[in-house]
């Protein structure tokens, strides 16, 4: 009788356990393993169980998060004391999911459904890596002694941007280089962007640069090219202004295979919505003036009537 009440406060009860073939995957990846449920002190009855995989995205110190889908396992079952079930498991992963770093992070989180007894849930977390063609890319560039910052792979409301500083080339010329990243048929473009000091101030200068497969392939080639383009963008800013119809943020950009481009379509405006705000918070302690009627656009820094 004892026991029974445990089980019922989950104490003694039920389990349940996913477990993974591996933990680090690619975008449209499959994830394998198995759904373990292990019986406690009493018999149970098990009415199935729920997986779910959720994305979370911090923006502005605040978790948004999705779930991008839900694999139920509807099978009602008695499990006796110390006995156990399994059940095979799969999921695919989207093809333009932005790639774990500290502001986005993946979990499975299963729950089982416990007839009559509080449910036992369990966590499961794993990384989806940079695509093949763009981890050659951060690797030419960790050759040339860039770095990722902490907050590296920020989502912006529109695309995943990857922002590293430098400790050999052009370190003391160049505060920051960022890019935004599409994977296409024949190679990789990005839209590159690199902060560079000059006498009047800071300079954001924008390139946009396909890098073909046959490059992508030659390791040190690759490095050259780079080191050739951001050498070109910080000693001759003027050459290298870029901008779409006007605007320059990576919010303008719709490319095909877009790196975050999913997070787009299911958390953008939120995200949108709260980076847009602390802009204006911070425009209003900035010039502590009331600001004038209108929408702020985000992409240019500008008020529209």
């Known amino acids: 009788m004892f026991k ?4 019922k406060m989950g104490k003694g009860g039920a389990k349940v356990d996913l477990k993974l073939e591996k933990t680090e995957f690619l975008p449209g990846d499959t994830v394998k393993g198995e759904l373990v449920i292990t019986g406690g002190m009493v018999e149970q009855r098990i009415n199935g169980a729920d997986v779910e995989l959720q994305l979370v995205i911090r923006a502005n110190g605040k978790p948004f998060s999705h779930t991008i889908e839900t694999i139920p396992i509807r099978e009602s079952f008695v499990i006796p004391p110390d006995n156990w079930r399994s059940f095979p498991f799969s999921c695919v992963l989207p093809k333009e ?18 007839e009559g007894a509080v449910d036992h849930t369990d966590h499961d977390y794993i990384k989806v890596q940079p695509p093949d063609r763009l981890q050659k890319v951060l690797q030419a560039l960790s050759r040339l002694g860039f770095r990722e910052k902490y907050g ?83 000693e001759n800013p003027s050459s290298w202004q870029w901008s779409i119809s006007g605007k320059h943020k990576h919010g303008s950009l719709h490319w095909k295979g877009m790196i975050g ?3 787009a379509g299911v958390l953008g405006a939120m995200v949108l919505s709260e ?31």
Do not use: C
């Not at 029974?4 to 089980?7: E, H, R, S, V």
């Not at 500290?102 to 089982?112: G, Q």
């Not at 941007?161 to 050999?168: G, H």
């Not at 599409?182 to 300079?203: C, F, M, N, P």
């Open 4 to 7: 029974n009440l445990l089980a």
């Open 97 to 114: 999911l932005p790639v774990s770093g500290n502001p986005v992070t993946y979990s499975f989180v299963t729950r089982l459904d416990i």
């Open 275 to 305: 980076l847009t705000e602390e802009a204006v918070e911070g425009l209003e302690e900035a010039t502590d003036l009331d600001l004038p009627e209108g929408d702020f656009d985000l992409a240019d820094g500008m008020f529209d009537d």
């Open 152 to 234: 590296s792979r920020s989502f912006n409301g529109y695309t995943q941007e990857f922002e590293l500083f430098p400790t050999q080339l052009l370190h003391g010329k160049v505060e920051e280089v960022e890019f935004a990243a599409a994977v296409e048929e024949g190679g990789l473009r990005l839209l590159l962007e690199v902060d560079v000091h000059s006498w009047t101030g800071e300079k954001e200068i924008k390139r946009e640069l396909f890098l073909e497969n046959s490059l992508l392939d030659e390791e040190e080639q690759l490095k050259e090219r780079l080191s050739q383009v951001l050498t070109e963008m910080a």
């Open 261 to 263: 481009g999913f997070a």
